[in-house]
């Protein structure tokens, strides 16, 4: 793809609530050291048919399309590229000969981020597969669920949600993937009780506090396994607050943790890749981007609370 160095574009975060955003400094960085007048922006969409429509403005280069979206803007989109459409869910748009195209990177990110930590000794292989467990049924979910089957050798994957109908429907998604998952719906203690520990947790929902009794038996749940002797890797997405109600009881409990906005940093190479072509992101410079990365989470008022 070439990339006129010299035309003015515009990047976005594109979604609801996206205002604590700290990723805009990391990838404003990358646009000027790559010699391009480009600028990301966190922009607060209400439906999802104004992402659409900022996707194809012609002044814009790509998306990163956030909650709640990222399962209704793939059919307003041109196309959607064999990640999209085998995850179920779509976190970033770019332009292919003249067309907005949907891609999925988000589960590059989850997969760097639980291999980040925990002994190499001790993961998943093919040759000695085991259970994770998701908390969440949404867009975000899938590209856990395509990262831990396809790609961490977790072919069961538990999953802990409130909404039966959200889970049925990820179940119809994931039927789709290269590596089919057996997904089990875990609905309370006891079922939780009889079923082998999972190695990596990965939460993908708001840090609430639970209210309804639903909500309340999801995290009485994810405490039991947190509980358990065997310790593997929990992941929260959720990054504001960056250190989640997930992270700290992880940790407590003593399970390595790793806060979601290194999931941000595992997908730089990708979407750049996407938006500005191979030849301009072979200059990238991933340590300078992940600095400022970092930096910018450390100094975020939105989320350091």
């Known amino acids: 793809m070439a990339t006129d160095k010299t035309e003015t574009k515009t990047l976005h975060l594109a979604g609801v609530g996206v205002k604590h955003s700290i990723a805009f400094a990391m990838h404003n960085r990358i646009a000027q050291s790559l010699g391009l007048p480009w600028t990301f922006y966190s922009t607060e969409c209400d439906t999802v048919e104004e992402v659409a429509a900022l996707a194809r403005k012609p002044s814009t280069a790509g998306l990163v399309v956030t909650m709640p979206y990222k399962n209704t803007i793939m059919p307003l989109l041109d196309e959607l590229d064999d990640l999209a459409t085998t995850i179920g869910a779509c976190n970033n748009t770019y332009r292919r000969d003249g067309k907005v195209v949907g891609t999925n990177t988000d589960w590059r990110g989850i997969k760097g981020c639980l291999l980040e930590k925990g002994e190499e000794s001790s993961r998943p292989s093919p040759s000695r597969t085991t259970s994770a467990l998701v908390v969440g049924a949404g867009g975000a979910s899938r590209a856990a669920v395509y990262a831990l089957s396809s790609h961490l050798s977790c072919p ?117 890749r996407l938006w500005a072509g191979d030849e301009l992101v072979s200059r990238l410079d991933e340590k300078a981007a992940w600095e400022t990365l970092l930096n910018a989470a450390e100094e975020s008022t939105a989320i350091n609370f």
Not at 200 to 205: D, E, P
Not at 234 to 255: H, N, Q, S, Y
């Open 156 to 272: 069961t994957i538990y999953v802990l949600n409130r909404d039966v109908a959200e889970v049925e429907a990820l179940v119809t998604d994931t039927k789709k993937m290269t590596v089919t998952p057996k997904i089990v719906h875990i609905k309370s203690l006891e079922e939780a009780s009889i079923l082998e520990a999972p190695y990596y947790i990965v939460g993908t929902v708001p840090d609430f506090e639970p209210q309804t009794k639903a909500e309340k038996d999801v995290s009485a749940i994810l405490e039991h396994f947190l509980s358990r002797d065997n310790k593997g890797v929990v992941l929260d997405m959720c990054f504001k607050p960056r250190r989640t109600r997930m992270i700290k009881l992880a940790e407590k409990l003593g399970w390595p943790a790793v806060e979601g906005t290194h999931v941000i940093g595992y997908q730089i190479q990708e979407q750049w």
